[in-house]
């Protein structure tokens, strides 16, 4: 069990440009989770999977972002066109089947939009 | 309905001394609360949770007390110490499968020595 890794830690990026996020989660898990955190505030929930379905999606997830776990394992969050106020620590958890209450966080992907 | 109040933004506590973090909510649907603990640089690790058919829960330091009622939800930490010093968070969810928990904006806590 080596825990949630996401990649890269740091991407710093010109507006308009696309970025792209990965997340592996803990290999028994099936549930996994997009969160976004922005400085003094909490997470915000942006998107859930269950194996390869996407089964929830925040109001947050403008049309900029997708999100995709192809193959029920990892899950890659791209957001196109980005923004100054894209600019935040995106955050991936998991959770295994009967566990969904409790998620394991990675350390998140700190995106900078200049 | 959808959000949970989280208070105060930021506490000062003495080693050995008691932290005391509150947490408010409306929605009644809610039926899983737990608190997360952030370092700087990591994401956040869940620390405790509770849910609404309990009053109370205890695991080591740390303690819930929760008043249904009210709908108010509250963590201690006794004989608090340096290394506790992180940021918490309080959380919801909705009694669905899966949901997203909805998280409270935080205290950054500040202990002593």
């Known amino acids: 069990d080596t825990g949630v890794s996401q990649d890269p830690r740091h991407k710093i990026t010109k507006r308009g440009q696309n970025v792209t996020f990965r997340c592996d989660p803990i290999?028994?898990?099936?549930?996994l989770y997009w969160y976004r955190q922005t400085l003094g505030q909490g997470p915000e929930f942006l998107t859930y999977f269950q194996n390869e379905a996407q089964l929830e999606k925040s109001r947050l997830l403008s049309d900029r972002f997708s999100a995709e776990r192809p193959k029920g394992s990892f899950s890659t969050l791209e957001i196109q066109r980005t923004e100054q106020g894209d600019s935040a620590m995106y955050l991936c958890?998991?959770?295994?089947?009967?566990?969904?209450?409790?998620?394991?966080f990675g350390s998140g992907t700190q995106l900078s939009v200049l | 309905q959808q959000q949970v109040k989280q208070s105060p933004q930021s506490l000062i506590v003495q080693k050995g001394g008691i932290s005391i973090i509150n947490c408010a909510y409306e929605?009644?649907?809610?039926?899983?609360f737990p608190w997360y603990q952030q370092f700087p640089g990591k994401g956040p690790a869940l620390l405790i949770a509770i849910r609404p058919d309990v009053s109370e829960k205890k695991e080591g330091r740390f303690t819930i007390s929760f008043n249904k009622s009210a709908k108010q939800f509250s963590l201690h930490i006794m004989d608090s110490q340096p290394g506790d010093s992180a940021t918490y968070f309080c959380?919801?969810?909705?009694?669905?499968?899966?949901?997203?928990?909805?998280f409270g904006k935080g205290t950054t806590l500040s202990v002593s020595s």
């Open positions: 929605n009644t649907a809610f039926d899983y």
């Open positions: 290999s028994e898990h099936n549930r």
């Open positions: 958890a998991s959770s295994r089947r009967g566990g969904a209450e409790k998620l394991f």
């Open positions: 959380a919801a969810r909705l009694n669905q499968a899966g949901t997203a928990l909805i």
